[in-house]
Structure formats: structure tokens, C-alpha cells
């Protein structure tokens, strides 16, 4: 099965510094990769998400991108604000063709104003 | 598009009860919907893969006697937490898609105590 390891677990920014969260898999076959955003007392919520195919993805300022060679894929905010604090979970498709995900620890992100 | 809702988001109970926690598909049908566990500053524990019309498939270590789960239609699946014990109590939260290959949206989650 896939392995997702995630770092770092807590980050602590400055508003209007950027953030960058890593993960790593083990499964050379996955090919789907989704973050995920989860606030105090919520259930998580979809921000990106990357499929082999491409190298980055863009949305506003949220970003992606994914190394297959070494197995990692790391998310990217720009321009931080206080909203953004939060945690956020990594994942990856549990095996090969499977449609569950093997979540990353998570990393709680602090925007400080 | 794609939402998800579960119900209710905060449930107290005493033990020996159980309890029923529903996950909806809003806006589309899911014939397959997960259940995730979530201790505090932990990721998500996934419980089971429901699915509908069929027997769901629970993860090593979870009870299925003791989580019940029903998947009765394309736009719904339910949990059921039987005779609950204090040590049951966590963050429950759900999780659908509407095709094989889209993404998977979660419910807002459901706080269980039981006292």
C-alpha cells in the first residue's frame, strides 16, 4: 500500500510570507494527488489537487507541484493571510487503481498578523 | 457542486446508546462513501468503504458489529455507533465522489461524547 509522509507538522509564518508544506509517497504508479484544508471542528476541504500528467498547478494563490522521479509533491501559498491558518492533509491513492486515500499526518499552518 | 452533508454535527450520548450518524450526497449520486475517524491533532482514520446495495468493507482492527454502516441509496449512507463508550467518542466525518475518478468531498464531521 501507499506510505505519505508530510512535513513539516507545524509551520508558523509571517501574513504575507509565503508557506510550503512536502510530502512524499511511495507508490511510482499513483497518479492522483489532492490538499487538503481542514479548519478547527470542519471536515476537510479540497484546495488543489494534481494528476501525474502535469509538473505544477496554479489557483490564485495556491499552487502545486510534482515531482514523479522523486516521489514528492509539495504545496505552495503565496502571500499569506490570517485565514489560511489551518491544517492541511496531503494524500495520495491507498494502492493502484484503489479510490481511497492514504492521508499525510497533517501540518498546522499559523499565519501570524 | 459536489456537497456533502452530515448529520448532526454534534451528538452527546450516554453509554450503552447508539447512534446514528447520516452522510448525504447533495448534488450528485455516490455509489461509494468512506468513513473516516479522527482523534484530536490526528489525520483521518479510514473506518470503512460503504457501498451501495452491498455489504461495506471495514478496515483491519474496526468492529463492524459495533460500527454499523447502511448504504441504502445512491445519495445516502449511514453510521451507526452501537452500545457507545466513552472511548468511542472522536470526530466522525464522511466522504464522497460522484465518479471513479473525481475528487473526494468531505461532510463537515459529527463530534461524538459519550458520557
Known amino acids: 500500500g501507499e506510505n505519505v509522509e508530510q512535513h513539516p507538522s507545524t509551520l508558523s509564518v509571517q501574513e504575507g510570507d509565503s508557506a510550503v508544506i512536502k510530502c512524499t509517497y511511495s507508490?511510482?504508479?499513483?497518479?492522483?494527488f489532492p490538499w487538503y484544508k481542514q479548519e478547527l471542528g470542519k471536515g476537510p476541504q479540497l484546495i488543489i489537487d494534481i494528476r501525474s500528467n502535469v509538473g505544477e498547478k496554479k489557483d490564485q494563490r495556491i499552487a502545486v507541484t510534482l515531482n514523479k522521479t522523486a516521489k514528492h509533491f509539495s504545496l505552495h501559498i503565496t502571500e499569506t493571510q490570517p485565514e489560511d491558518s489551518a491544517v492541511y492533509f496531503c494524500a495520495a491513492p491507498t494502492g493502484a487503481g484503489s479510490y481511497q486515500l492514504t492521508f499525510g499526518k497533517g501540518t498546522k499552518l499559523s499565519v501570524i498578523p | 457542486g459536489a456537497v456533502v452533508s452530515q448529520h448532526p454535527s454534534r451528538v452527546i450520548c450516554k453509554s450503552g446508546t447508539s447512534v446514528k450518524i447520516e452522510c448525504r450526497s447533495l448534488?450528485?449520486?455516490?455509489?461509494?462513501m468512506f468513513w473516516y475517524r479522527q482523534f484530536p491533532k490526528k489525520s483521518l482514520m479510514l473506518m470503512a468503504t460503504?457501498?451501495?446495495?452491498?455489504?461495506?468493507?471495514?478496515e483491519q482492527g474496526v468492529e463492524k458489529d459495533k460500527f454499523l454502516i447502511n448504504h441504502a441509496s445512491l445519495t445516502l449512507s449511514t453510521l451507526t455507533v452501537t452500545s457507545a463508550h466513552p472511548e468511542d467518542s472522536s470526530f466522525y466525518i464522511c466522504?464522497?465522489?460522484?465518479?471513479?475518478?473525481?475528487?473526494?468531498?468531505f461532510g463537515n464531521g459529527t463530534r461524538l461524547t459519550v458520557t
Open positions: 507508490d511510482s504508479a499513483s497518479n492522483y
Open positions: 460503504s457501498n451501495e446495495g452491498s455489504k461495506a468493507t471495514y
Open positions: 448534488d450528485f449520486q455516490a455509489t461509494t
Open positions: 466522504s464522497a465522489r460522484d465518479r471513479d475518478l473525481s475528487p473526494l468531498h
